[in-house]
Nanobody, 127 residues
């Protein structure tokens, strides 16, 4: 399974960006998977942002992004998108998408639960 993230860039505070993560590979049985978005600043630990159970669309969010970010999955395109609104300087980070090969709703915030990771995409928010 391979994950390809895209959509990062620079934006002013208050603006919006949409990240997309495309999943592909013969072993990608999406209905069993949990998909997540994480972010990381240099020198800091990787931080959970949002996650979704592909089977039923149940979503989870970090408190810091709740009400501003929306995660969604597209069954036809095999993508998981992260719509980010009302961005602040504190949202600046490298964003990573990740996939776990099972339902991990109870531990969805733990990076160690995810098997596959995409390359990061940089989001820079200027104040």
């Amino acid at each position: 399974v391979q994950l390809q993230a895209s959509g990062g860039g620079s934006v002013q505070a208050g603006g919006s960006l949409r990240l997309s993560c495309e999943a592909f590979g013969r072993r990608f049985n999406r209905y069993r998977y949990t998909m997540g978005w994480f972010r990381q600043d240099p020198g800091k630990e990787r931080e959970f942002v949002a996650g979704v159970l592909w089977s039923d669309g149940t979503t989870h969010y970090a408190d810091s992004v709740k009400g501003r970010f929306t995660i969604s999955r597209d069954n036809a395109k095999l993508t998981v998108d992260l719509q980010m609104n009302r961005l602040t300087h504190e949202d600046t980070a490298v964003y990573y998408c990740a996939a776990a090969t099972k339902n991990i709703s109870g531990t969805i915030r733990r990076p160690s639960e995810y098997t596959y990771w995409g390359d990061g995409t940089l989001v820079t928010v200027s104040s």
